[in-house]
């Protein structure tokens, strides 16, 4: 009977702790820090920066609405996609109308990750996203409001 009750124990902490990991994998956090520092230029003042990164192609909601309306909700001057905004497994229908949505909220500027490049088509992927408004920064800087400028860098593995 006590091993029975052992067996019982361990399969439910097994199930609890598989379920915490799903919800932190996929559920939509959000963390709003404030940066102060004198070595900051004056032009970070006030600054609002979204920064969105390894959503591995996640989608939360109908046309990503629950992430759009917690990224309008920051009211941010500049959204950052710094990688893994998709992966080999995502259906890529998903990105368009994120996409669309993120840069009618501020300008939206996108460094590939790891994963990106395991996704047949990268380049024809990369061409779409700069028809929906996506600044793709791979290599080259990206002034913003003529306050500072911003560098991408490509995968190093590419």
């Not at 932190?24 to 032009?43: F, K, Y």
């Not at 996609?81 to 500027?109: N, Q, S, W």
């Amino acid at each position: 009977m006590r091993r029975r009750k052992t067996a019982v124990l361990l399969v439910l902490t097994a199930l609890l702790a598989a379920g915490f990991l799903l919800w932190g994998n996929c559920s939509l956090q959000t963390t709003e820090t404030a940066l102060v520092s004198p070595a900051l230029p004056p032009a970070f003042d006030g600054l609002r920066i979204v920064e969105l990164a390894d959503l591995h192609g996640r989608v939360f909601g109908r046309g990503s609405r629950r992430l759009l309306a917690a990224v309008r909700r920051a009211e941010p001057d500049l959204i950052c996609i710094d990688g893994d905004l998709f992966d080999e497994h995502t259906d890529l229908a998903m990105l368009p109308p994120l996409l669309r949505g993120l840069c009618a909220i501020a300008p939206v500027y996108y460094v590939t990750g790891n994963h990106e490049w395991r996704v047949p088509g990268l380049r024809g992927i990369l061409a779409q996203m700069r028809a929906c408004g996506v600044t793709v920064l791979q290599d080259e800087p990206a002034v913003i409001d003529d306050r500072f400028t911003i560098l991408g860098r490509k995968d190093a593995s590419q």
